[in-house]
């Protein structure tokens, strides 16, 4: 088990100097670069300066070289400065990882909270009435805009009702966790609802697979009750699937929770990339996008573990 | 003798959509059964007749949906305005149907190519198998975990003239780069389903006969099993499309899609969460036919996969 912990562990942080490669030659790719910056911001510069300064920054060397230097000062902790912030990087994202790891932490455990009873419901009912219904829930979940949704949600609880704050990160510094968490409200919901249509059908289909394998006859067989046939039997095997496709969706919860940063003014990572790609913040978008990315290898990580862990019948060498 | 023979078998295993041998009709009876998924069909129908037709409308009458109109703008539905006019007084109902011809113009571009590259990959990696397949199903599982969103912000964002492309610019460009943009990302559950049916195609006796009678891999994977995958690959794009409509409209939302003036149903919500408290309903009806599309587009998909394999009909919902 540790050896193949170790593996994953290896795998998943080649994947993320890959990805850092990849990124950093996209970033790379956006229209101008610093000195154009400069230049733009002082028109005194001449073109001597210019190439000075490109030297001094290394910008005239290949992408490989560049590159280099910019891992070797990463591996040293050197993140270089956010243009937009006029920050270290770290200082800059650090807040805004924990701002997005309240919204998506509440938001994951809403959506399985209300994933998995709508699943087992339909599951143990094919066809009904209350099946019908659940599936009608989970195809207008997975079709619905998320970013639509929250506008809606604005509409009814911030201009209608108004009981919510319409967006925003609430309160100055005195203010309490209450106030915040009002601010949080229809964000965290926002989210669970675009995700948890795609999780109840994956659970309802993985229920009905695993009530239909031989050990849940068994146990019916042996007069075991409904409900432990169900909870300690078919539940338990149906859940291991699931895992997995709650880490494949920690990729799509990031991308949703930019949406709904966004829409709701969240100071959170992917506000951040947002504003950071739009404004040439290239070392801001370059760490918030490597930030993301660790974010989700190390949930799929998570659960490559908890899954051969769970699963017996996962050889892991 | 031997040319004859493999032109028959062909024929016989081209047979896709009914393994019994009895063709469309088959599937057609089994699909309107799907009462919803035939419904939709019908609507889809319409919406892109309707969407087809707005130049008719607009020349049939005083309608415009690019004359900008301050002294009639946020106007109610009324006689002249069927839906009423947006911000800048332009005809709300006609800028939704130019909307919904790119809505539904790069979704069924972007599924079709996104449907050319899935099924290729699909293809290869199950008929090669080995760790050619590994590899190639690893690369498919790192882009699905991957935070797609903000990779495509920065892949939105990128200058074209420093990858030596020319630059264009205008409407059909931002058109042609979002298409190829959400191709780029939409392949990957193609490429899943058209790999597991060519594993278990590739091992059926037509294939082993096709080997005997000298055919090439390219020609058995091009005329033998290609025709026999097809049911997974029409199930695969008709539900890809709901998702690349989806992704179309937060790219446009986000201003990194289609450019106005240009409408989208995604760029129409742009500005419509600013105008929430004075025109509600600027945010209501673009957000409301996406929705609608793209439940649509997901039932179809389903109804699809009933007919054509009528096994799945317990596991999917």
Known sequence: MLTYAAQRLGGSLLVLLIMSFVIYGLIGLMPGDPIDLMIQADPDLTPQDQKRLKELYGLDKPLLERYGNWLWGALQGDFGYSRLFAAPVLEVLWPRLINTLLLLVPAFLLSVALALPLGIVAATRPQSGVDNAINLFAFAGISVPPFWLAILLIMLFAVSLGWLPAGGMGGGPDAGPWETARYLILPVIALALSRVGGITRYVRSSMMESLRQDYVRTARAKGLSRRRVLVNHALRNALIPVVTILALDMGMLVSGALITETVFGWLGMGKTIYDAVLGNDYNLALMGLLFATALTLLANLIADLAYAWLDPRVSYR | ?317
């Open chain 2, 1 to 317: 003798m031997t040319q004859a023979r493999e032109t028959t078998l062909a024929a016989g295993s081209g047979q896709a959509l009914e393994p019994s041998g009895a063709p469309l009709t088959v599937f057609w009876r089994r699909f309107r059964r799907h009462r919803l998924a035939f419904a939709s069909l019908i609507l889809l129908g319409v919406l892109a007749a309707a969407s087809a037709s707005a130049p008719l409308i607009e020349a049939a009458t005083e309608l415009s949906a690019t004359r900008v109109d301050l002294l009639d703008r946020n106007q109610g539905p009324s006689l002249a305005h069927l839906l009423g006019t947006d911000e800048l007084g332009r005809d709300l109902m006609l800028r939704l149907l130019y909307g919904g011809q790119v809505s539904l113009g790069v979704g069924f571009a972007a599924a079709l190519i996104a449907a050319v590259i899935g099924t290729v990959i699909g293809l290869v990696a199950g008929y090669f198998g080995g760790r050619f397949d590994a590899l190639l199903m690893r690369f498919t599982d790192g882009v699905i975990a991957l935070p797609l969103l903000p990779l495509l912000i920065v892949l939105a964002a990128i200058d074209l003239s420093k990858l030596g492309l020319a630059a264009q610019s205008g409407d059909v460009a931002s058109i042609y780069r979002i298409i190829g943009l959400i191709a780029l990302v939409g392949w990957t559950q193609t490429a899943r389903l058209v790999r597991a049916a060519t594993l278990s195609m590739k091992t059926r006796p037509f294939v082993t006969a096709a080997h005997a009678l000298g055919a090439g891999n390219l020609r058995i994977m091009a005329v033998h099993l290609l025709p026999n995958v097809a049911s997974p690959i029409i199930v695969a794009t008709t539900l890809s499309i709901g998702n690349i409509i989806l992704l179309e409209s937060v790219l446009s939302f986000l201003g990194l899609g289609i450019q106005p003036p240009m409408a989208s149903w995604g760029n129409m919500l742009t500005n419509a969460q600013e105008l929430i408290y004075s025109a509600p309903m600027l945010a209501v009806w673009p957000g409301l036919l996406i929705f609608v599309t793209v439940m649509a587009f997901n039932f179809v998909g389903d109804g699809f996969q009933d007919a054509l394999d009528p096994r799945s009909g317990e596991r999917g919902a």
